[in-house]
């Protein structure tokens, strides 16, 4: 079964946590990616409120890579940076450091940043926290639209967030913020945690989704391919028979692949390559 193309896989760089651009960028080559999902924190993007350290030399850097940047992912879960964030000069400073990711994915010719709903807080109204993360996300809408620039948004894991956790509150999400400059996107661990199916995903947004965060999982996880048991072939049936042509970011976060990150690319990539036309 052949149905993407090379360059729909793309690496990322969160399992290089304590590797160099510079290495992560050459491994990634050596594994077979010629597409890269850049990931804002450090050690490799130096991102604040404040803007972006060293701004010319990464464009420089990255533009002359040889890897095409297709997507733009600020670091927005662990630290302080997120979409639903409460108090007005907490959101003005979330507003400065997510312009700074469009910013950045403009300088790099890169036309889509990754985003999600955030999330409220465990002692306030899930409705309060719904609320400021939809005017946060029109907001953000509007500023990615004036720079050409597409927002991909994905389903979050219960764990991670109160808000956009399902499918059917994502297309809630979607029609609240109302902008067609937000787009969905797939997220498998998200999604097998759910209990849902690449199938209903495509049946609810087809040609909508844009972007995939595709990785394996047990389902918990964000694992290289084959480490995981999620059904690759059924995954990969799907994409065929609904055309999807957008990218297949390895977002491999698992601590288990930071002494060896390149092998887990390489193992990704080989798994993936099976289906390459």
């Known amino acids: 079964m052949k149905v993407i193309h090379a360059d729909q896989a793309a690496g990322m760089g969160i399992h290089y946590h304590y590797y160099s651009l510079d290495y992560m960028i050459e491994a990634q080559k050596r594994a077979g990616y010629t597409a890269m999902e850049l990931f804002c924190a450090a050690p490799h993007v130096q991102m604040t409120s404040e803007g972006i350290a060293d701004r010319h030399e990464l464009v420089k850097k990255l533009t002359e890579s040889g890897q095409r940047i297709i997507c733009v992912t600020p670091d927005n879960c662990m630290g302080p940076w997120q979409y639903a964030a409460k108090g007005k000069e907490t959101i003005e400073q979330c507003r400065r450091y997510f312009r700074s990711a469009l910013e950045l994915a ?56 109160n808000l956009v956790n399902t499918l059917e509150k994502l297309r809630r999400y979607l029609k609240e913020t109302d902008s067609k400059a937000i787009r969905p996107m797939i997220d498998t661990c998200a999604m097998a945690v759910a209990g849902e199916t690449m199938e209903e995903w495509f049946k609810a947004f087809g040609n909508e989704i844009m972007h995939m965060h595709f990785v394996d999982g047990t389902p918990y996880g964000h694992l290289a391919w084959g480490d995981g048991n999620r059904r690759l072939d059924e995954y990969m049936d799907a994409i065929g028979r609904y055309g999807y042509t957008g990218a297949l970011t390895q977002e491999i976060t698992d601590g288990r692949y930071y002494t060896m990150p390149d092998a887990a690319d390489l193992q990704s990539f080989r798994a993936l390559s099976r289906y390459m036309m």
Not at 122 to 136: G, H, L, N, P
């Open 106 to 161: 403009a300088d790099l010719n890169c036309t889509k940043v990754a985003c999600h709903s955030g999330w409220g807080l465990s002692d306030e109204s899930v409705e309060e926290a719904w609320k400021r993360s939809v005017d946060f996300m029109s907001w953000y809408a509007q500023e990615a639209e004036k720079l050409g620039i597409t927002l991909v948004c994905e389903s979050l894991r219960p764990e991670e967030t």
